[in-house]
């Protein structure tokens, strides 16, 4: 919270601030045009002062009273002003405030306190607000067993200029005093310090920092005294959580999720048997993804069932069905050509383009009833625990840090450093063994055997590719195991002797899109582009947001 003017009342919440942006750039050219000695009818509008005075009672309480002195030119200063209330001085309590002579009603807005009156000011005369209230325990031992108490003032928020401040600390006088803070001035058991603010220019002090005393704990009375405390039944619960999380999701992935060993593993120079690229993907990954999509599409251009361009620098894909192709596909491809085209032969697919999302759901679900339960499983019902038990342990987590946040005699750290982790562990844990969780059958593990001999036969393999037809029917499974540019390197295309001209064209046209996009994998952005619009285009009439000013 910013400390600013208030406006007309708002019902317990401070009025519409004005961009802090907007108002800093006007304050500046205010400052700028200013003389050092501000006149009260012209200017900017600034608080002509501020003065806190911090007395520490005989008890250790603190008693605290801010004499506001404002001088409204019915702009930014029209009730008064609202300002943040310290929050490391422990609980407060007793405000009582004043406008001249008259008591005034305080509001509360979150951790603010609105020091304004019910009407607006007069303008042009200086109006003198005095804030007081009490703070029982402002003292923290410390470890070494001495007392601490911290102040932050309140000229640190302030965006509205401000003329002359002051921090007064007054220390009991039958006790020794303590080890004031540094600079100001010490005048008995008292410390001062002033300070001259934005309008006086580059004469002006800037801000005081955080205040620290130290006394003897002896001189403080204990209820003033703030520790931190040992809850141990919190640090029992969280510690449980987490370990009780963690033990399941791992004794459940070596239970049912742990990927077989797939033996020796020789180079493949075929295709997996009875998998398509994008099924071949789709099994390796146990998932569906952009790359999935592009695969298939990558398919059915080298199968020559459909052409395909990328045009507007890569931010769109165009498609056309070649009628003359009489090819058999396999059944995600098939599915996925007729959500494309649906009776239509050109289509263009970009940004916002729900044609995308069908054509990419019809793949996700063909392959799907294909390959889930017959080469892997998703074992959902331990996903599903996994998930429950992370957003209990969330849950707990949150529910600790809360008691302890209130707690402001005695918090203890280690609740607070166990819930934050806990939090953290409870989210992200469970989405990650939400896919390892994922495994193959026994079918699958020897479909991923496969997979990782032609894997190696991409890789390792550094043997020249002459042979143009072997090159084009690996090319598709290349994208889907990302290892294009590994093949195309090997590929030297001396040998195109005897080469259709159905495959001719298609390596023609793989070359002048590898001139222009370097890979075919290009097209995986483009895909991920459109499909992300897709689905915040979808999203839209779902969820709305609110937003207004106070």
């Known amino acids: 919270m910013i400390a600013m003017g208030i406006g007309a009342p708002t019902g317990g919440s401070a009025t519409k601030m004005i961009h802090r942006f907007v108002r800093a750039g006007l304050l500046a050219i205010g400052l700028a045009a200013a003389p050092s000695v501000q006149g009260h009818d012209s200017g900017p509008e600034f608080i002509e002062s ?5 007395d520490i009672q005989e008890d250790g309480a603190m008693a605290v009273t801010h004499v506001i002195d404002v001088h409204p030119h019915g702009n930014e200063i029209r009730r008064g002003l609202f300002f943040e209330l310290p929050d490391d001085v422990g609980p407060l309590s007793g405000f009582v405030a004043t406008l001249g002579d008259d008591p005034i009603d305080l ?3 979150g951790g603010a306190v609105v020091v304004a009156a019910s009407e607006p000011l007069a303008i042009q005369e200086t109006h003198r607000f005095v804030l007081r209230y009490r703070a029982e325990s402002p ?23 401000w003329r002359d401040a002051e921090l007064r600390i007054e220390w009991q006088e039958a006790e020794e005093p303590p ?22 220019g580059e004469q002006a002090d800037g801000t005081v920092g955080r205040v620290e005393l130290q006394a003897k704990a002896s001189s403080i009375g204990p209820q003033a005294l703030r520790s931190y405390g040992t809850d141990w039944p919190w640090r029992v619960s969280l510690a449980v959580g987490l370990m009780g999380l963690i033990g399941f999701l791992h004794t459940a992935w070596r239970t049912v999720g742990r990927d077989p060993d797939p033996g020796v593993v020789s180079a493949r120079d075929t295709a997996p048997d009875g998998l398509s690229p994008a099924a071949t993907r789709f099994v390796d990954h146990m998932g569906f993804d952009e790359t999935t999509f592009a695969t298939a599409l990558v398919s059915l251009r080298t199968r020559r069932a459909i052409e395909l361009t990328v045009e507007d620098e890569n ?85 600790a840090i809360v008691v302890q946040a209130r707690d402001a005699l005695t918090p203890d750290p280690w609740v607070i450093g166990l819930g934050v982790v806990s939090v953290v562990t409870g989210i992200v844990a469970p989405l990650v063994y939400f896919e390892l969780f994922k495994a193959p059958t026994r079918a699958g593990a020897e479909a991923k055997r496969q997979i990782a001999g032609l894997k190696h036969y991409f890789e390792e393999d550094r043997s020249p590719v002459t042979e143009a037809r072997h090159f084009l029917a690996l090319l598709p499974y290349a994208v889907a195991l990302d290892r294009e540019a590994a093949w195309r390197d090997r590929f030297k295309g001396e040998d195109e002797s005897g080469l259709d001209a159905e495959s001719a064209e298609v390596l023609a046209w793989y070359r002048e899109f590898h001139r222009r996009y370097e890979q075919i994998g290009a097209i995986v952005p483009v895909i991920a582009g459109i499909s992300a619009t897709s689905a915040a285009n979808g999203a839209v009439g779902a969820s709305g947001a609110s937003a207004g000013g106070v």
Not at 141 to 158: C, H, I, M, N, Y
Not at 347 to 368: C, F, I, N, Q, T
Request: aromatic content about 8%; glycine content about 10%.
């Open 139 to 161: 003292w923290w031992q410390t470890s070494s067993g001495a007392a601490r108490l911290s102040w932050t003032p309140v000229t640190d928020q302030f965006e509205l200029a």
């Open 107 to 109: 509001k509360f807005d």
């Open 315 to 399: 931010e769109r894909l165009l498609l056309e069905k070649r009628r003359d192709s009489s090819v058999e596909l396999p059944p995600g491809e098939r599915a996925m050509l007729q959500a494309l085209f649906d009776g239509e032969t050109r289509v263009e697919l970009a940004p916002g383009d729900r044609r995308a999302m069908h054509a990419m759901s019809a793949l996700k679900k063909k392959l799907g009833e294909e390959h889930r339960g017959r080469h892997f499983v998703a074992n959902a019902v331990q996903r599903a625990w996994g998930l429950a038990l992370g957003l209990m342990l969330v849950g707990l987590a949150i529910v």
């Open 179 to 200: 080890q004031w803070p540094v600079g100001g001035m010490v005048d008995g058991n008292a410390w001062t310090r002033s300070l001259r603010g934005p309008v006086y």
């Open 50 to 54: 501020f003065d806190t005075t911090l």
